[in-house]
């Protein structure tokens, strides 16, 4: 059985529209997946673990409020790896 973290599903999907607000920001896999670390260490994580646990998790943090803070958690991210990338790096 799976353990799905439906607020990173969340995360991943506004990567993009929020990373596009800052259009020389580098968009290689490395750096996108280091704002999304960043954003989720910002942000409680909520699981499921079936279809319905999903839609229902889903629909729970879909309220305004809370998606407002994951926006602001990708932006703070973005702004972090925008001054500090390290696509570069090998890891």
């Known amino acids: 059985m799976d353990v799905n973290n439906v607020v990173e599903k969340l995360v991943w999907e506004h990567l993009d529209s929020v990373m596009a607000q800052k259009p020389d920001m580098c968009r290689c896999a490395r750096c996108q997946a280091d704002v999304v670390a960043l954003a989720l ?10 279809p319905m646990g999903y839609a229902i998790t889903r629909a ?10 994951v926006l602001v958690a990708i932006a703070q991210g973005v702004e972090q790896v925008y001054r500090n990338p390290h696509h570069d790096e090998v890891t």
Not at 41 to 48: E, Q, S
């Open 41 to 50: 260490n910002h942000l409680k994580p909520r699981y499921a673990v079936s």
């Open 60 to 69: 729970e943090i879909m309220e305004q409020a809370f998606l407002v803070n």
